[in-house]
């Protein structure tokens, strides 16, 4: 469409769209921004604010962004966060030796079986 056949209050909106700021400078910026800032927004809702008050914050600094937004974005990242803790878990567990029952047992009955020369001493102590 032509710019002359937009009437007036079209070529309004159409400049006010074009002065409209940019969300983030680059495709990911407002995830790779929450993942930076993860550690003080957990601060900020531990104390009781809310992801409105963030995103206000926040914008006030220049970057736009909802709360709906800042919410999906933190809430993916912890969960995020979570899951690398799972998964590093699970293989440290995997590369631990694994002991055989027949080797637990073993273990067990040295631990738990007294030793002879004690034993001889508690029945010496007993006896008295």
């Known amino acids: 469409m032509n710019q002359s056949e937009l009437s007036p209050i079209e070529k309004a909106i159409a400049r006010k769209i074009d002065k409209t700021k940019d969300k983030a400078s680059k495709p990911g910026y ?3 921004l929450v993942a930076k ?3 003080r927004i957990e601060a900020a809702l531990a104390r009781g604010c809310e992801y409105d008050d963030l ?3 926040i ?3 220049g970057v736009k ?5 800042l919410k999906q974005y933190h809430t ?3 969960r995020s966060l979570n899951e690398e803790a799972q998964d590093t878990s699970n293989t440290v567990k995997s590369i631990l030796p694994t002991e055989q029952p027949e080797e637990i047992e073993e273990i067990s009955e040295r631990v738990n ?3 002879q020369k004690q034993s001889a001493i508690d029945k010496l102590f ?3």
Not at 65 to 69: E, G
């Open 113 to 115: 079986k007294p030793n």
């Open 65 to 69: 962004i909802s709360a709906a937004t």
């Open 59 to 61: 914008a006030e600094s």
């Open 76 to 78: 993916e990242y912890r």
């Open 30 to 32: 407002l995830r790779t």
């Open 37 to 39: 800032l993860h550690l």
């Open 126 to 128: 007993a006896s008295k």
């Open 55 to 57: 995103a206000e914050s």
